[in-house]
């Protein structure tokens, strides 16, 4: 399996920056061709709050203006908290313990990673950035973890599983349960400790943009058409979704946008401060952690026409159900079990109120044990990236030849 | 009928022990304290002076409605009593003499800009513009550090034991003096058997010379000293060369040098002029070492507040999720930390109704 080199992202994005632009001065600044009020001489103090590195940004002849240089901007005009107001707040420093973030993720990162584009639409102050890396670290993460230990799983279950992990309605409850609470209305007096965007009007329609109401690129709007499984491999993101968010940042995010965009951007933070393995135990501890049964995510159709096709393909004998057991048969509840063999072997039992449904069920169960196979010992992409002895040995993961279509 | 005695006013201790020098010595201490007293109580009197005389020259105005009434005897005073001696001290003392110079020159302010101002920026202005300077009686900046209280209690100590020494009243110490904490620091104390007397102990005389100058600097120009006696004996104690160290004497380190009643208030007016540190009097009444007048300057005063009072303890200052206000956080303060206050602000403008009651 070809690595994917993900130490390389954090840097392309930190040295996409231009080192060159960084103003002395504040009346040296361009003015922003957007009617909105930037702070671009902390352009400098953004670069800082990403380096993971201890050394000087700038030589001493480009050190920023003194206080007294600058006019005094009334915090009530700014769009977000600056930078300086992030040591002095008591809700960043309880959650930065409260998640026991490693020491080395400042908390100007913590504050950044808590303003969302809506509130500020400059790139350099929001978490946009963040959460791009947040995101891919966590759909790379989640996914190695499914199709490492559940190779078989289908295409369909993997995405609902991925989304199960790091889903968006997940992040927002993992931003609840981590007691994070959104500011009212984004501001420079606000508290940098609170989630900050920009609530969308009440009464907005979200449903369309949350079904996927998009345009693509070629201009045909795919919102009507039924997306198949080989679309959404190609076109979708890590849940097989091909839409994106339907609703424009500056009218407004909901409170979930803004919890899953802040969750992936403290992951990208964590990794960019603190390396790969802080963030694999972030990860582990606040996600992987969360107790999924993958079980109830299988929906089947037709089970024991796929157990048959299955058999096929797999050279076993046809499925055969047997009645293991009963009771009641002429009551009003009668309970049959049955158990589905393939040959001597018992690849599933159900148990229903008819024949025929525990016949299903037996399928059912059959089939989830197949592609819920899980191998005993597993090495993980991630977990051999490192120089030297900080990565495992590789050991190729089992590749199963997929789900049986029927 | 016999004259009822009076008790004494607080404020006559204080004007008994400045004495009366210009009375002649016959007459008794009871008759020239009390003549004295009288006298200058007229300078803290608001009552206007009167000129009809002592009240025996009054009682006589009013009971022969003349002034050439007959008998000379003091009325005041029985027949069996002896008779008070007329002292003339309305003209040779001092306090008097100023408010007779000053009732010609006075005029009654007919409004409120023409009483005199103390404080505030015109009268800093007025007094800049008439070039006249402030004597304060203490800096305005107090010290801070350990080493320069430390410094400012020595350099005191060996300035008001000097001035002891020499037999130099305590007046001479004037705010700006040359700075001895070089020579402060060389001299030894030492104390005799009794342990009141301490004794200042000079490397060389040398030393003693450029302390004593410099403890009394006005002393050798000889113009704003009065007493002419000051200088002789400062000359006299620089000639004297300094003591071979008695045996019996015991050498003290100088925060065991201890505050003798005589020269304590001296000590401590001396280093409240250093330092800018004011001590109130319970502190004061606590330090009979100089150890512990150095221990009670370093006390911070007690804050005023209670943020004030947590910030010092150093056990919830170091928690970086407690924060602390110099004030009550009211409910217009948690609107603005979550941003909703300017909203409301601009909604109660935009229907032009008050922000706040205020």
């Known amino acids: 399996m070809k690595r994917a080199r993900i130490e390389r992202w954090g840097s392309q994005l930190l040295q996409s920056r231009p080192q060159g632009t960084r103003p002395q001065c504040l009346y040296q600044q361009p003015q922003h061709p957007q009617p909105h009020n930037h702070r671009p001489q902390w352009h400098w103090q953004a670069v800082r709050a990403q380096s993971t590195t201890s050394t000087p940004l700038s030589s001493p002849s480009r050190r920023p203006p003194p206080a007294s240089h600058a006019p005094r901007i009334p915090r009530e005009s700014l769009p977000s908290p600056p930078l300086s107001a992030a040591r002095s707040s008591a809700k960043l420093s309880a959650l930065h313990a409260r998640l026991s973030l490693p020491s080395r993720l400042p908390l100007e990162t913590l504050a950044r990673a808590l303003i969302d584009p809506s509130a500020d639409p400059n790139p350099d102050l929001n978490n946009a950035s963040l959460a791009l890396l947040g995101q891919d670290l966590l759909g790379y993460y989640t996914a190695e973890h499914l199709l490492a230990h559940y190779p078989r799983l289908p295409q369909t279950v993997l995405y609902a599983a991925q989304y199960a992990y790091v889903g968006g309605k997940t992040l927002a409850a993992v931003t609840r349960e981590w007691g994070v609470e959104a500011a009212a209305e984004p501001g420079g007096e606000v508290d940098p400790g609170l989630l900050q965007f920009k609530r969308v009007k009440p009464g907005t329609d979200i449903s369309g943009a949350a079904a996927g109401e998009t345009i693509g690129p070629d201009g045909v709007n795919r919102s009507q058409w039924r997306l198949g499984m080989g679309m959404r491999n190609v076109s979708g993101d890590e849940f097989g979704d091909i839409n994106a968010s339907g609703l424009d940042a500056a009218a407004g995010v909901t409170l979930e946008d803004a919890s899953k965009t802040f969750v992936r951007a403290l992951v990208g933070a964590v990794y960019l401060h603190c390396g790969q393995l802080s963030t694999k135990r972030f990860y582990a501890s606040h996600f992987l952690s969360r107790q999924l049964d993958l079980s109830t995510l299988f929906a089947f159709r037709t089970p024991t026409r796929d157990l048959s096709r299955l058999c096929a393909r797999e050279g076993f004998e046809a499925p055969v159900a047997r009645l293991l057991s009963e009771t009641g048969r002429l009551s009003r509840h009668p309970v049959f079990v049955v158990g589905v063999y393939s040959g001597p072997d018992k690849l599933g039992e159900g148990a229903g109120a008819s024949l025929d449904e525990a016949r299903t069920r037996a399928a059912a169960a059959a089939l989830k044990s197949w592609y819920l196979y899980s191998p005993e010992e597993v090495t993980v992409p991630s977990e051999a990236e490192g120089k030297g002895d900080q990565g495992k040995r590789w050991v190729p993961c089992m590749v199963d030849c997929g789900e049986v279509i029927a | ?358």
């Open chain 2, 1 to 358: 009928m016999r004259r009822l005695p009076r008790f004494q006013q607080s404020i006559d201790l204080l004007l008994e022990s400045t004495g009366y020098p210009h009375a002649p010595s016959t007459i008794c201490r009871t008759c020239r304290l009390r003549a004295a007293s009288q006298a200058r109580r007229a300078a803290f009197s608001t009552s206007a002076p009167r000129n009809e005389g002592s009240l025996a020259n009054r009682l006589k105005n009013r009971l022969f409605k003349k002034k050439d009434a007959p008998g000379t005897g003091n009325l005041a005073y029985g027949v069996t009593q002896p008779q008070a001696p007329e002292v003339e001290v309305e003209d040779s003392v001092p306090g008097e003499e100023a408010p007779r110079e000053y009732a010609n020159q006075y005029e009654p302010a007919s409004k409120w800009d023409n009483l005199e101002w103390v404080g505030g920026k015109k009268s800093k202005k007025d007094r800049t513009d008439t070039r006249e300077e402030i004597q304060w009686f203490m800096p305005r900046t107090k010290a801070t550090k350990p080493n320069d209280i430390a410094a400012a209690v020595r350099r005191a100590l060996v300035e008001v034991l000097a001035l002891q020494e020499a037999g130099i009243g305590f007046e001479a110490l004037r705010l700006p003096t040359v700075s001895i904490d070089d020579l402060a620091a060389d001299v030894q104390y030492q104390v005799s058997g009794t342990g009141q007397d301490v004794r200042l102990r000079y490397p060389n005389d040398e030393v003693k010379s450029e302390i004593l100058e410099s403890v009394v600097l006005s002393v050798p120009q000889a113009a704003e000293v009065d007493d002419a006696a000051s200088f002789l004996q400062f000359q006299r104690a620089s000639a004297v060369v300094h003591e071979p160290a008695v045996a019996s004497r015991k050498t003290l380190l100088w925060k065991e040098v201890p505050l003798d009643p005589a020269n304590k208030f001296a000590i401590i007016k001396r280093v409240m002029q250093l330092t800018g540190i004011r001590l109130a009097d319970p502190k004061i009444q606590r330090c009979d070492t100089a150890g512990k007048l150095f221990h009670e300057l370093l006390q911070r005063p007690q804050p005023t507040k209670l943020a004030d009072a947590l910030k010092i303890d150093n056990e919830l200052t170091s928690l970086n999720n407690v924060t602390f206000s110099s004030r009550r956080v009211g409910p217009i303060d948690k609107e603005r930390q979550v941003g909703r206050w300017k909203v409301i602000e601009r909604e109660l403008e935009s229907r032009g109704l008050p922000v706040t009651m205020s």
